[in-house]
């Protein structure tokens, strides 16, 4: 079975940073990209930034370039957002997904097959 547990979202001042984790089990780690999302009540899920199966290669929205870095550990089977200079407009819940076919990457939420529960990010003004 597989599983995805995200930590570390939470409440921060506008300019302030935070650094989420999610930890993935039941799958051989190193073989998937990854990729973050988030989502506002209403609204569809948006792509953040996604990573590939040996880290090597990143994507990023635009609204988040810049500003979000996400960066995997293989031996820990973990995957991170480091979000610097955070916005209002950041505020959301935030998903980690693991793709469904091995050693592929991208944007598109449907090529993303499981998925953790959600951290809440709230950015104060």
């Known amino acids: 079975q597989v599983q995805l547990v995200e930590s570390g979202g939470g409440l921060v001042q506008a300019g302030g940073s935070l650094r989420l984790a999610c930890v993935v089990s039941g799958r051989t780690f190193s073989r998937y990209g990854m990729g973050w999302f988030r989502q506002d009540p209403g609204k569809e899920r948006e792509f953040v930034a996604t990573?590939?199966?040996?880290?090597?290669?990143?994507n990023y929205a635009d609204s988040v370039k810049g500003r979000f870095t996400i960066s995997r550990d293989n031996a820990k089977n973990t995957v991170y957002l480091q979000m610097n200079s955070l916005k209002p407009e950041d505020t959301a819940t935030y998903y980690c997904?693991?793709?469904?076919?091995?050693?592929?990457?991208?944007?598109?939420?449907?090529?993303?097959?499981?998925w953790g529960q959600g951290t809440q990010v709230t950015v104060s003004s």
């Open positions: 997904a693991i793709r469904a076919t091995p050693y592929t990457t991208g944007p598109r939420p449907g090529n993303y097959d499981y």
């Open positions: 990573i590939s199966p040996t880290g090597v290669s990143t």
